[in-house]
């Protein structure tokens, strides 16, 4: 498709969607992104407003599979299940934790760390670009520890940061409170990875990118897309209301809806969810904290943001449209006040969100194997934040026939047989 000005579909408001969407655009396309709702309200509206350049150690792990008793038994607050429905999807499960090898983990590493850091370069350009520089956060990310133990459980992720060259502080319990006056004493040891940025309202940076898209030109539509058909002269994308959309490219960037979307057309992609949720709190009267903190053994963070103090759980392993259920944040905002003051509750009820994982927990970016025109770029399970601006220009230059920006391998759909 080189070399041309096209008119592309991008499916999905979320930041990845919209992100791929802005790219495009500045590459010269005609671009309409089409969300059900208001872009960036789904998925990527709940999160710690992390943009990482560190997030590098996936779920599927060797340390897993030591963990899988204390899991089952639902004696971690870090993630939580549905029995029901892992048996449903047995067969995904076990898929999973296939790739629980030292191996695979390593590679995925590799991967994750050179897409995050286009991803995070192109954050802070596009936020200057947009004016929003007020969003923006230096000073890291920070993983407290309440335990020795398990801070050393924690080394072979050091290990794997020392590997693919991401920065990092440690400090023990008098440092801590040197750093974050705001963290009660009950923690031993801190990992700070200092080179990692954030945002305080990570709805607010969606919104700033969408409006630079809108500002140059480009057209969101509010539809629930039906269908998709291949033609001889391009796509057609059906939408509810009778309104069909002609394009000469489409990317899927739907998040949890992606893999639904993808099956009209014959794929079977092993894509499943991770729900999480998050509250917020009105602020202390003590010190406020300078940086999200992930409290590992009590398996949630606490993140400043403009609208309070959100704290933000861990996995759920449910299904993507169950009801859904606020035993994991009820419990990780009253093991947040352990570690630091709160007041109130502001949300009347927790946010929910659903997270695409793949089996592999990497993303799919790239072209589908069996259509011309047709992209994916979902995936990107709980860092879609902290990949979404390198997820686009990958995409970007895939379809203007160039080179992307990094090595693309490890992500492309046909690594499964779909």
Known sequence: MAGKRHQIAVIGGGIVGVSNALALQKAGHQVTLIDRGTPGRETSYGNAGVLSESSVAVLNSPGLLKSLPKLLFGRSNSVRFSPGFVIRRLGWMVGFLSYCTARRWRAAGHALRALQLVSLDQHKAWIAEAGVDDLLRYGGWMKVFRRQESFEAYRAELALADEVGTGYSIFDREQIRQIEPGLKPIYEKAV???????????????????????????????????GLARGEDGWTVSCDGGGDLAADAVVIAAGPWSADISGWLGYDLPLGWERGYHMHLEP?????????????????????????????????????????????????????RDGHEMKAEIDETPWMGRRPTMVDSLPVIGPAPRHDGLFFNFGHQHIGLSMAPGSALAITAMINGEAPPMDMTPFRATRFSI
């Not at 954030?198 to 030109?217: E, K, M």
């Open 284 to 336: 202390g009267e003590g010190p406020q904290l300078n940086r999200a903190v992930h409290d590992v053994d009590g398996g949630f963070a606490i993140a400043p943001m403009q609208q309070g103090v959100r704290i933000t759980t861990g996995v759920e392993i449910a299904h993507r449209d169950a009801p859904p259920d606020y035993r994991q944040v009820r419990r990780s905002v009253k093991l947040a």
């Open 192 to 226: 700070l990875y200092d080179n990692t940025c954030g945002v305080s309202n990570p709805a607010a940076l969606t919104d700033a990118y969408v409006r630079l898209f809108i500002d140059a030109g480009g057209r969101v539509a509010k539809a629930r897309v039906t």
